[in-house]
């Protein structure tokens, strides 16, 4: 878990969410895919028609064109969580969603190898310092 992030309270409370990575918090684009989304959450749970808006907002096909043919749904399977007194090092070189195989060495964990379980995909390898999880296994939802 990242700490004090929305993801980590909702998780704790039980409920279901979902986490948007829309850029660093300085960039103009980033502001762009957070207004963008919220209008489209608004759409969808409040089944509003856009079009009928008199100043339909330009970031909500900016963010649907740019994200929405990529977009896809992925499940949970493996958390691999750390203790405060692990050495934990992944193997460099892994990125967000990149296809993981059964046996691919993951990370070093306390001087073992950590080898995938899974023919899957690899969540969030790089934010070890920021709380304690190692990292996280995804497949796709169809």
Not at 26 to 36: A, L, M, P, W
Not at 69 to 76: A, D, G, S
Not at 80 to 108: C, R, S, V, W, Y
Request: aromatic residues 10%; hydrophobic residues 35%; charged residues 25%.
């Amino acid at each position: 878990m990242v700490y004090g992030c929305i993801d980590h309270y909702l998780s704790r409370t039980g409920l279901t969410g979902f986490v948007l990575e829309a850029g660093q918090h300085t960039d103009k684009t980033s502001v762009e895919n957070h207004e963008g989304v919220i209008w489209l959450a608004l759409k969808e749970a409040c089944n509003l028609d856009l079009t009928r808006i008199s100043c339909y907002p330009d970031c909500i096909d900016n963010f649907a064109e740019k994200n929405a043919p990529e977009q896809k749904t992925f499940e949970l399977v493996h958390r691999h969580g750390l203790e405060d007194t692990d050495e934990f090092k992944m193997e460099p070189g892994f990125e967000n969603f990149q296809k993981i195989k059964q046996g691919e060495l993951l990370a070093i964990q306390n001087g073992k190898e950590i080898k995938s379980e899974w023919d899957a995909r690899i969540f969030m390898p790089l934010y070890q310092a920021q709380g304690n999880d190692g990292f996280f296994v995804v497949e796709e939802v169809d």
